[in-house]
C-alpha cells in the first residue's frame, strides 16, 4: 500500500529471505564467531560475481582501501591520488597511513575520475620526480569510472590502480564487471548499498598473496605460533560468518536488485526528464550502471526550484533525499590538500540530489516522490 503517511528512505536493506535460512544454519552450526564456513563461501562467491581470483571478507569497505594502501606499502610522505566527487571513506585511509592525498575531478559525461585530469597530474608529478604510491578510482552511484584510459596512463608511470566499487557491485565497463579491472578492488556491504551485511566490506585482487596479506593483516597480524606473538601491526577488520550468511543470501537477489533499481530511475526519467532545468546522471555508451542511487541535477535558473528547497518539500511528505556528495577538496578535513580540478565535481554538488531507490519501492511510491518534485516548483 502507499500510504502517503509511509516515510520512504533512501536505500533501505532489502532482505530476499535466504538471508535469515542462511543466518539460522549458522546458528544451528554455532559458527558464529570468528569465521566460518559462510565466510569462505561469500569471498568465493563475490569473488566469482566480480571475475577475481581472490577476496577477503572485512568489516567494512574503507577497512578494505585501508588495507590495499598498507599492502601497497603506502606511508608518511607518499601521495596518492583519489577521486573527490566520492564518499570520506574513499580518502580517509590515505591519512591513516600518514600519507597526502591528492584530489581529481570528474568529468560531465560519466561524474567520475576525469582520464585527462589524471593524466596531466601524473605527467607532473613525473616531472617533479614524485608519482602516487596509487591512484583510487571511485565507480559514483553504481557507475563505472572510464577506465580504459585511466588503467593506461597508470601503467604507463608504473602507478597501481585501486578500484573503490564500493557502491558498484553489478555494474560493467565495456562489459568487464565494476571491480574486475585495477590491480585490487573493494567492495562495500554497509546498511544503504545495493546488497549488504548490515555492515561489511571486501578486498578483491587476483594476486594471491594480496588477498593473503589482507587477511593475515586483518586477523591481528597475528604470527604463526601457539601463543599470541606479533611482529607487525595489525587490526581487527574481519567480517563474521554470521555477517557473511547475511551476505550470502543477498548476492542471490543481486541480478534482480539491479534490474529493480535501474527500473526505478527509469520511471523517474520518464516522469520528470521534461521538466525544465531537470537532468539525470548520464550513462555513456561503455557503462552498465547499477543505478544504486537515482541522481538528478536540478539548475535553480531553470526549474523553479533548487536542490536545496526541493530536499526539503520532500522531507516535509516524510520522503529522504540527500544532495550529491560533497567533493573531498571542498571538505574542511582536507583543506590544504592539492587538487587538480576541473569545476565538475563542484557543480554537481551545489545541483545534485539523490531520490529514493530503495529496491523494495512499489511503483506507486516512486510516483509519490515524482509528483513531489512536479509539485515542488514555483
Ligand atoms: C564510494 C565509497 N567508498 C567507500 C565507502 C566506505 O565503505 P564502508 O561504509 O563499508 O566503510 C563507501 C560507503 O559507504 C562509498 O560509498
Redesign the pocket.
Known sequence: MNDPRTRIYLSPPHMCGKEAEFVSEVFASNWIAPLGPFVDRFEQEAAAQVGRGHAAALS??????HLALRILGVDAGDEVFCSTF??Y??ATPIVYQGAKPVFIDSEAGSWNMDPNLLEEELRQGAARGKLPKAVIV???YGQCADMDPILAVCARHGVPVIE?A??ALGAAYKGRAAGGMGWAS?L???G??IITTS???MLLSDEEEVVRRAKFLATQARDPAPHYQHSQLGFNYRLSNVCAAIGVGQLCALRQRVDRKRAIFEQYRRRLQGLPGFSFMPEPSWSFSNRWLSCILVDPKQAGTDRESLRQALEAQNIESRPLWKPMHLQPVFAGCRARLGGVSALLFEQGLCLPSGTAMTDADVDRVASIVERSRR
Open positions: 567494512s569497505g574503507t577497512a578494505a582501501i566520492t564518499f571513506g574513499s571511485v565507480h559514483l573503490d564500493a557502491e573493494v562495500s556491504f554497509n544503504n548499498k555492515g561489511g566490506g
